[in-house]
Nanobody, 125 residues
Framework: QVQLVESGGGLVQAGGSLRLSCAAS????????MGWFRQAPGKEREFVVA????????YYANSVKGRFTISGDNAKNTVYLQMNSLKPEDTAVYYC??????????????????WGQGTQVTVSS
């Protein structure tokens, strides 16, 4: 099993920035990739960004390209999400996820096997 703990959520004004962190523990040697998803009230969970440790390949949703940046430290089993130029539509619970398998892309929740509890991000207008 892999445990994921997110931190760094909060309330920010539109145009502001936040940085989320996700620390993995447990059987982390299984981690092939890590990512972030978000879920707003009444909406389905949607992909935000992911990083595959091998080759440090990154994948971004179109809605966050140019504003969000994922980075990570494989040795520390930690991934970060730097969110800039935040918009009210970015408001959601953000979930960290880890995948134990190699895929060509990681844009679906079905690609991930472990999930954190989520951290709230609220962007006021």
């Amino acid at each position: 099993q892999v445990q994921l703990v997110e931190s760094g959520g909060g309330l920010v004004q539109a145009g502001g920035s936040l940085r989320l962190s996700c620390a993995a523990s447990g059987r982390t040697f299984n981690n092939v990739a890590m990512g972030w998803f978000r879920q707003a009230p009444g909406k389905e969970r949607e992909f935000v960004v992911a990083i595959r440790w091998s080759g440090s390949s990154t994948y971004y949703a179109n809605s966050v390209k140019g504003r969000f940046t994922i980075s990570g430290d494989n040795a520390k089993n930690t991934v970060y999400l730097q969110m800039n130029s935040l918009k009210p539509e970015d408001t959601a619970v953000y979930y960290c996820a880890a995948s134990a398998a190699f895929y060509m892309e990681y844009g679906s929740p079905t690609r991930f096997h472990y999930w954190g509890q989520g951290t709230q991000v609220t962007v006021s207008s």
